[in-house]
């Protein structure tokens, strides 16, 4: 049911495509995690990713950044492209590449150190010279607004925040080096409905500059956030269209199925 590689790439999309994944398979050991995968993540959009659990959707966004490259006996094989570039060969600089393909977790993972420390570790290892520094932390915190409320706090300690402010900085952090692409593995999980809605509206704002990939199990969310949507099941891609399509008239009777919480 999956889309072929040969559909994908006869189509004409309006959308520039950041990430091209052709014929993806994934194993953990002998097992089978990700089948056939082929998808097109446009470019400055929110993607959502959803699908019951255990049917690939952290294994598939954790291959946008090589994430589980150290997983004893997991390995993939096919192709993945960042605005055209191989990203799954030998050759492929890791610290480079996810610094242009950053992740936010579940559960908010600040440093256990100062605001100020936690925006400016990733420039620090990417040689980022001192002077840029405070403009950089300024500008991260701004861009997830949380400028205003920490700016006279800028060394208290992360661990202090409230989980919504942690996960904001833990955003901070990732935007302080630059990235390109923003994967998210139900970032809102840890978060009650306001603050989620208040990260919702974060992203909009976000997928002006980036590219975002969210999995999430909340189907509102997907709904209301997402640009673009693909069902996951078993490890396949069963669909992806926009997100209106993926709601109220898709291809598949089982994305009906889960996206109408007939089934997951
Ligand atoms: N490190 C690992 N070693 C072996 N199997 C794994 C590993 N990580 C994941 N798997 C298996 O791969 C499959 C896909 O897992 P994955 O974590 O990608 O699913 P998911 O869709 O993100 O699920 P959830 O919604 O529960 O987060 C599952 O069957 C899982 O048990
Ligand atoms: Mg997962």
């Not at 598939?60 to 055209?84: A, P, T």
């Not at 950089?136 to 205003?148: F, H, M, N, P």
């Not at 208040?198 to 500059?209: A, N, Y």
């Amino acid at each position: 049911m999956s889309t072929s590689a040969d559909a994908l790439d006869s189509q004409k999309t309006a959308a520039e495509v950041k990430i091209r994944v052709r014929n993806l398979d994934a194993y953990y050991g002998s097992f089978h995690a990700l089948k056939n995968i082929n998808l097109d993540i446009p470019s400055r959009a929110i993607t959502s990713i959803v699908g019951p659990s255990g049917c690939g959707k952290s294994t598939l966004l954790r291959c946008f950044n090589r994430m589980s490259d150290g997983i004893r006996g997991f390995r993939v094989k096919g192709e993945i492209r960042l605005d055209g570039g191989d990203i799954l060969g030998r050759g492929v600089e890791l610290t480079q590449l996810r610094k242009r393909v950053g992740m936010v977790f579940q559960r908010p993972n600040p440093f256990p150190l100062s605001v100020f420390e936690n925006v400016v570790y990733g420039p620090r290892v990417h040689g980022e010279e001192n002077s840029r520094l405070a403009d950089l932390v300024e500008k991260s915190l701004r861009a997830t607004d949380l400028w205003d409320d920490l700016k006279d706090r800028l060394g208290q300690n992360a661990l202090s925040l409230s989980a919504e402010q942690q996960q904001r900085l833990c955003i901070s952090r990732l935007l302080a080096v630059e990235p390109e692409v923003l994967l998210m593995d139900e970032p809102c999980s840890a978060l009650d409905p306001f603050a989620t809605s208040r990260i919702e509206v974060l992203m909009q704002e976000l997928k002006q500059d980036y590219t975002i990939i969210i999995v999430t199990h909340n189907m509102q969310q997907a709904s209301r956030a997402s640009d673009y949507c693909g069902f996951m099941w078993l490890g396949e891609l069963v669909e992806f269209a926009d997100t209106p399509t993926i709601f109220t008239k898709p291809r598949n009777p089982r994305t009906e199925g889960y996206v109408t919480g007939r089934f997951g």
